[in-house]
């Protein structure tokens, strides 16, 4: 610290400017913040950081950059089914599929019943 006589109580010798040659850092120049994560979330965020043998704090950073990046909250399209005609491969018979419904549908009646006695 240097004295500095323009300061308002440099008469009195209270006054001092503080020379340094650069700002206090810290040994990580990034921003450091508390995130608390739902379990959830850091249980895949975990799960990705050991599939990728990557830094826990890499994965952390990638995500929300994808997250945040522009076009990155597009809103899917709507589903569309698009039908295609189909038929049976020969010998398979169409009318068993109705026969195996109906006797399924018996064999839960029966059940039913049996269990309501």
Do not use: C, W
């Not at 009195?12 to 850092?25: D, E, I, Q, S």
């Not at 739902?38 to 826990?56: G, I, M, S, Y």
């Not at 709507?78 to 018979?93: A, C």
């Amino acid at each position: 610290m240097v004295p500095d006589p323009g300061a308002p109580n440099a008469s009195r010798g209270l006054a001092f400017t503080v020379l340094t040659g650069a700002a206090p850092t810290h040994h990580d120049a990034r921003m450091r913040t508390t995130l608390t994560l739902d379990p959830d979330v850091a249980r895949l965020l975990e799960e990705e950081a050991h599939r990728q043998r990557r830094p826990f704090k890499q994965v952390v950073n990638e995500a929300i950059r994808r997250g945040l990046a522009p076009g990155a909250r597009r809103v899917p399209g709507r589903y569309r089914v698009r039908p295609h005609k189909t038929t049976l491969r020969p010998g398979i018979d169409a009318h068993g599929f109705n026969r195996l419904v109906d006797e399924l549908e018996e064999e839960a009646a029966v059940r039913k019943v049996r269990a309501g006695k």
